[in-house]
């Protein structure tokens, strides 16, 4: 069964933070990498922060240094602490695994909303 639960958003004051999680199938999670995604209105989704199996990371210039990302291979969850909130951080959040053919990819969680007021 293909699922991906994304929780832990919600309303913060601009410089705030909050730690996103996210519970993966193990059909998803499995060696693969993987990947926290948002979408801001009337945007496109964007990549955010990836990590592989074995704990590389990398991140979207905008969040580098002010997010994290992390995984717990024996619980198939990632998560996303966000440091430094800016109100250009509000989106929608959802985790999947990446794929150089994220943007195609059909199946994504229903996502976690984060509003950052200034």
């Known amino acids: 069964q293909v699922q991906l639960v994304e929780s832990g958003g919600g309303l913060v004051q601009a410089g705030g933070s909050l730690i996103l999680s996210c519970a993966a199938s193990?059909?998803?999670?499995?060696?693969?990498?993987m990947a926290w995604y948002r979408q801001a209105p009337g945007k496109q989704r964007e990549l955010v922060a990836r990590?592989?199996?074995?704990?590389?990371?990398n991140y979207a210039d905008s969040v580098d240094g002010r997010f994290t990302i992390s995984r717990d291979n024996a619980k198939n969850m990632v998560f996303l602490q966000m440091n430094s909130l800016k109100p250009e951080d509000t989106a929608v959040y959802y985790c999947?695994?990446?794929?150089?053919?994220?943007?195609?990819?059909?199946?994504w969680g229903r996502g976690t909303l984060v509003t950052v007021s200034s």
């Open positions: 990590i592989t199996n074995g704990g590389s990371t």
């Open positions: 193990a059909k998803i999670f499995s060696r693969n990498a």
């Open positions: 999947n695994q990446y794929s150089p053919a994220w943007r195609v990819m059909e199946y």
